[in-house]
């Protein structure tokens, strides 16, 4: 009897293996590109952008271009010892470090001594460095020599979700690369796509949901499918959605900023009830609701210009209509108020007090 392969959560197995597969992100994956055909890479790069928009994975795909045995290539096969070894996390010449349990000097000084040695089984030598926030001060210090003289056939990539926390020193002396929040849309077609893959039944609507509660993560969308499709089965619609979330939080906003609208207190009230009944953070609710603000804010003081919102051309509309409900001032207000409380919250007790007043 063939032994059951174990479960793979699907942002695992559908984590992209080539350029054309990274999602939102073509800026980044055109300069690469680019830079690989011409022969023009750089020896160290500083991925930075929110979590889950790809910037490990891209940094796999990089090492893929430089070791695959096609190349040094743009398009890596996928299918050579090379980039499967690479895909599988077993190649000695990729080397991962995570830099939240491994920032130490000592990691670092070892790290350093050990980058010019040859390459054991590629081309090059690739160190990807997650989290290269979390380095310690001292541990930048031991990377700098390294930094400003490259040895040979060693590339560092460091990516991080926080970049102003890198030194300048390090900074200076990467080619930099900004990765964005992937688009409501872009991200509810990647998961239709995968639920077709999967024999998923996804309803657009629920898609549209998930894709709205990543917030441009798609590790974070794919992993919210993974716990729809446990829940619902074979299908997954806005009723799964709803038993999984709650109360769609896009939902909440509206409701909320209906009732500020017409100065209904008891609304505001009940709906504050309901989210906490739910169990959600009362902090990030606050921090939600100052997007939605601002938002309405955007679509009331420049109408038409639906560019400077990451949201659908439905949902444009539908802010647009509520936006008509305030004025620039009073809008103005609530996001001042607003702003207020979430200082307050740092320190407060009673959170939902705050939020409420």
């Known amino acids: 009897m063939a032994e059951?392969?174990?479960?793979?959560?699907?942002?695992?197995?559908?984590?992209?293996?080539?350029?054309?597969?990274?999602?939102?992100?073509?800026?980044?994956?055109?300069?690469?590109?680019?830079?690989?055909?011409?022969?023009?890479?750089?020896?160290?790069?500083?991925?930075?952008?929110?979590?889950?928009?790809?910037?490990?994975?891209?940094?796999?795909?990089?090492?893929?271009?430089?070791?695959?045995?096609?190349?040094?290539?743009?398009?890596?096969?996928?299918?050579?010892?090379?980039?499967?070894?690479?895909?599988?996390?077993?190649?000695?010449?990729?080397?991962?470090?995570?830099?939240?349990?491994?920032?130490?000097?000592?990691?670092?000084?070892?790290?350093?001594?050990?980058?010019?040695?040859?390459?054991?089984?590629?081309?090059?030598?690739?160190?990807?460095?997650?989290?290269?926030?979390?380095?310690?001060?001292?541990?930048?210090?031991?990377?700098?020599?390294?930094?400003?003289?490259?040895?040979a056939g060693v590339r560092f990539i460091l990516a991080t979700t926080e970049p102003h926390r890198m030194p300048a020193t390090i900074v200076g002396r990467c080619q930099r690369f900004d990765f964005h929040r992937i688009g409501a849309e872009t991200l509810a077609a990647h998961l239709l796509d995968v639920a077709t893959r999967e024999g998923v039944s996804l309803s657009p609507a629920a898609a549209a949901s998930i894709a709205r509660q990543a917030e441009g993560s798609a590790r974070d969308a794919l992993s919210l499918l993974d716990q729809a499709s446990v829940l619902g089965g074979a299908e997954v619609g806005e009723d799964v959605l709803a038993a999984l979330l709650g109360?769609?939080?896009?939902?909440?906003?509206?409701?909320?900023?209906?009732?500020?609208?017409v100065g209904d207190a008891k609304g505001v009230f009940e709906v504050v009830q309901r989210i906490v009944e739910e169990g959600q953070d009362l902090r990030h609710v606050t921090g939600e609701t100052l997007t939605h603000f601002r938002n309405l804010l955007l679509a009331n003081a420049a109408p038409g210009q639906a560019d400077l919102l990451d949201v659908t051309s439905d949902e444009y509309e539908r802010l647009r209509a509520q936006s008509g409900k305030f004025s620039p001032a009073e809008i103005s207000r609530v996001i001042a108020l607003l702003l207020a409380a979430q200082t307050d919250m740092r320190w407060t007790t009673s959170p939902r007090l705050t939020f409420e007043l």
């Open 247 to 261: 109360a769609p939080r896009a939902e909440v906003q509206y409701e909320l900023a209906d009732a500020i609208s």
């Open 4 to 151: 059951e392969k174990p479960y793979q959560s699907l942002y695992r197995k559908y984590r992209p293996q080539g350029p054309t597969e990274v999602l939102g992100q073509e800026h980044v994956v055109r300069a690469l590109v680019g830079a690989v055909g011409e022969g023009r890479l750089a020896h160290a790069f500083l991925f930075c952008g929110p979590r889950g928009t790809g910037k490990t994975s891209t940094a796999r795909i990089l090492a893929k271009m430089v070791n695959c045995e096609r190349g040094p290539t743009a398009e890596p096969c996928g299918r050579c010892e090379q980039c499967i070894r690479i895909r599988e996390g077993t190649h000695l010449d990729v080397v991962e470090i995570d830099a939240a349990s491994h920032g130490g000097v000592d990691d670092a000084r070892e790290l350093r001594e050990r980058a010019p040695t040859a390459p054991a089984m590629g081309r090059e030598k690739v160190y990807i460095i997650d989290e290269a926030q979390r380095l310690s001060r001292e541990a930048f210090d031991a990377l700098l020599k390294v930094f400003e003289e490259p040895p």
